[in-house]
């Protein structure tokens, strides 16, 4: 028997969390499941927002309803489960966001300090970032969450790092690490120094820090090679191509050929002429994007590298002797600007 059309829940509608939008993005995943039109258009940005500032990362929400097509007081208590809990601040902050209400003064006052604090990027940091299209904020986190992320994901893993066996485990995902939810994640995503340099970029302090993956990128050996991703974007190539930034942050020493963070340095100045220059047809994610001039970006443990994202951006293969090990961050809007169609 066919189930039940599940009608689109409205913004308002709410469950135990108290939460505006959330019933809706759940009812909009379990239309889709059943294969029913449910495009979020320009509410996907609000709706990836709401699970950022919940704790929990997109990827693995969606893979949740989809695959368990829970009822929606049971998607608020995975939530709960999944994070930890809840809190007042938290659901009052995202339905300020929602409503387009005054935020709450808790975190206007963090706001404020994070205004008033000293620059993280100084004006050659600045314009670095104009030219090139990236930056480095060295110790961007403490120390002590650093080591503990360094830890979490080494156990996550099952990794240690003196026994070189144990970083070769079969998975699913590659470099990436399907792990979003750690004590030392949410303290590096709360750092302020984090969050003052995407402010100075976003020439705001009104930022939503991603939950987002960690990386293990280990050393190349006979069976066990480099799976990507290789340079990409993450972003349509419609244009323009609006503002936005990525970040990663190393939390471990990585040299340039420890399967380092690689990048086209300054592509966001002249990816219009290439487009324009592509023969009639061509797919611009199928070329040799490294031909464009990649570059690894070695770091130390602590730097966070920030990027715009309409730079080629990915891994490399792993050719030294220890893992490359890191935690993705980004802060952004909850509303900017996206193109809808996907080039």
């Given amino acids: 028997m066919k189930p039940a059309t599940i009608p689109l829940a409205g913004p308002a509608e709410t469950g135990a969390l108290g939460v505006l939008q959330l019933k809706r993005l759940w009812s909009r995943a379990l239309r889709q499941r059943q294969g029913q039109p449910a495009n979020a258009g320009a509410e996907a ?15 693995q929400t969606m893979q ?22 809840v809190s007042g601040i938290q659901v009052a902050r ?28 100084s004006a050659s940091d600045l314009a670095f970032w104009d030219e090139h299209g990236y930056v480095v904020v060295p110790d961007a986190v403490p ?17 240690t790092a003196e026994d070189q066996e144990s970083w070769y485990k079969p998975n699913d995902h ?14 590096n995503r709360q750092s302020r120094r984090v969050h003052k340099a995407f402010a100075q970029l ?26 990507g991703p290789d340079l990409h974007w993450d972003v349509s190539l419609a244009r323009p191509i609006p503002f936005g930034t990525q970040g990663i942050l190393y ?22 002429s290439w487009l324009d220059g592509l023969p009639a047809g061509a797919d611009p994610r199928q070329q040799n994007l490294h031909a464009l001039g990649s570059k690894p970006i070695a770091g130390r443990a602590g730097d966070l590298i920030i990027w715009h ?10 050719r030294a002797t220890q893992p490359r090990i890191v935690q993705y961050i980004n802060l952004r809007p909850a509303r900017m600007e996206v193109r809808e169609t996907w080039i």
């Fill in 45 to 59: 940005q609000v709706e990836h927002a709401v699970l950022d500032a919940l704790g929990v990362g997109l990827e």
């Fill in 64 to 85: 949740h309803l989809f695959q368990a097509g829970p009822s929606f007081a049971e998607f608020e208590q995975w939530i709960i489960e999944t994070t930890g809990g």
């Fill in 94 to 121: 995202i339905n300020a966001m929602v409503a387009g209400a005054e935020c709450p003064a808790e975190i206007a006052r963090w706001r404020a300090e994070v205004e008033a604090a000293e620059p993280v990027l």
């Fill in 143 to 159: 120390e002590s969450s650093r080591a503990a992320a360094t830890q979490a994901i080494l156990d996550h893993v099952g990794a």
């Fill in 174 to 187: 590659g470099i990436m690490v399907q792990f979003f939810q750690h004590a030392a994640f949410t303290a």
């Fill in 202 to 227: 976003w020439k705001t302090t009104d930022l939503w820090v991603s939950t987002d993956r960690a990386g293990f990128n280990v050393p190349e050996r006979p069976g066990w090679r480099f799976r």
């Fill in 251 to 272: 939390l471990t020493d990585t040299g340039p050929e420890q399967g380092a963070f690689t990048l086209v340095p300054g592509f966001h100045r002249r990816i219009d």
């Fill in 309 to 318: 994202h309409a730079l080629p951006h990915g891994s490399r293969p792993n």
